[in-house]
């Protein structure tokens, strides 16, 4: 069973910005061969993929965030992060990483008000 733990959601302004984070509960090698990504859902919407990165390296992006989000994965730390730029009140949802679509946090809110 791997758990991860979400952090860093909050309520920003729209045009400012948040990085979050995702702590595994593996092992470190464990860790590295797996693809993790992160979701989103908003209310009374299905949830979605954000972003997107393989234990290669390759990155992927929803076309809704591409230029504004930015992935990155630290495997000593088991640590996946989403760094969240110009951010929009349509970003306002519960995001939520997952390791390979099988293990799911318990997700972390991302409000964008003025």
């Known amino acids: 069973q791997v758990q991860l733990v979400e952090s860093g959601g909050g309520l920003v302004q729209p045009g400012g910005s948040l990085s979050l984070s995702c702590v595994a509960s593996?092992?470190?090698?464990?860790?590295?061969?797996?693809?993790m990504a992160w979701y989103r859902q908003a209310p009374q919407k299905e949830r979605e993929v954000v972003a997107t990165?393989?234990?290669?390296?390759?990155?992927g992006y929803a076309d809704s965030v591409k230029g504004r989000f930015i992935i990155s994965r630290d495997n000593a730390k088991k640590t996946v992060y989403l760094q969240m730029n110009s951010l929009k009140p349509e970003d306002t949802a519960t995001y939520y990483c997952?390791?390979?679509?099988?293990?799911w946090g318990q997700g972390t809110q991302v409000t964008v008000s003025a």
């Open positions: 990165i393989a234990a290669t390296g390759y990155i």
């Open positions: 997952s390791q390979s679509g099988q293990y």
């Open positions: 593996t092992s470190r090698l464990s860790f590295s061969v797996y693809d």
